[in-house]
Each structure stands twice: as structure tokens, then as C-alpha cells.
Nanobody, 121 residues
Framework: QVQLVESGGGLVQAGGSLRLSCAAS????????MGWYRQAPGKLREWVARITKDGTTNYADSVKGRFTISRDNAKNTVYLQMNSLKPEDTAVYYC???????????????WGQGTQVTVSS
């Protein structure tokens, strides 16, 4: 059983900052890529950022230069530092991890439950 739990969402004014965290726990042998996605009301879920196990990062164009993804492999935790927030960043933010578990002994994608980020103008 694997759980990903996000935290750090909230309400912030435009131009402000928030830091999201996502901690993975359970029967984890290894975590490969971790990433953040978001879903605004009435829109499809979109990819935001990704980080590999060795720390290589990629970002969606809409957040490049404003958001920073990082991870602590010892804590099985991924972070998303969000600066210069805009109202269009308002969404539920989800983390995803590519995780190897002993049963069934393969890589699977696991998702967190989401955390709300609201940016007021």
C-alpha cells in the first residue's frame, strides 16, 4: 500500500508565494520520476513539473522561471516552490510518483489526493 499526501496549499494574493510538499509512504522500494500536475475548474488536468531521481527537472512553459521542483530522496518527498503566483495558477495541485513496490513487483504511478491553491487578484 502506497500513499502520497500533499500539503501547503492555500489562498494567496497575486505575486505571492507558496510551497507545496508531497510525501510518499508505504511499501516503497524505489521512487523514479516525481511530478506535479494541476486541474483548474472546468479544465483538464495538466502537467506542471517533473523531476527525475537524479534531479533533472522539466517545467511547463506556463510556470518556467516562477516554479521550482525539488525532492528529498531520503524523505521520499517532492516539493514545488511557487513564486510570482498569478490568478491563472488557481487549481487543485496533484503530485505523482513512479514507484516500485514489492507487491506486485513493478513500477506503477501513484497520485496524491490534491491540494487547493487559490490566487486572488
Amino acid at each position: 500500500q502506497v500513499q502520497l499526501v500533499e500539503s501547503g496549499g492555500g489562498l494567496v494574493q497575486a505575486g505571492g508565494s507558496l510551497r507545496l510538499s508531497c510525501a510518499a509512504s508505504g511499501s516503497i522500494l524505489s521512487i523514479n520520476d516525481m511530478g506535479w500536475y494541476r486541474q483548474a475548474p472546468g479544465k483538464l488536468r495538466e502537467w506542471v513539473a517533473r523531476i527525475t531521481k537524479d534531479g533533472t527537472t522539466n517545467y511547463a512553459d506556463s510556470v518556467k522561471g516562477r516554479f521550482t521542483i525539488s525532492r528529498d530522496n531520503a524523505k521520499n518527498t517532492v516539493y514545488l516552490q511557487m513564486n510570482s503566483l498569478k490568478p491563472e495558477d488557481t487549481a487543485v495541485y496533484y503530485c505523482k510518483g513512479r514507484i516500485w513496490t514489492p507487491l506486485p513487483g513493478r513500477w506503477d504511478d501513484y497520485w496524491g489526493q490534491g491540494t487547493q491553491v487559490t490566487v486572488s487578484s
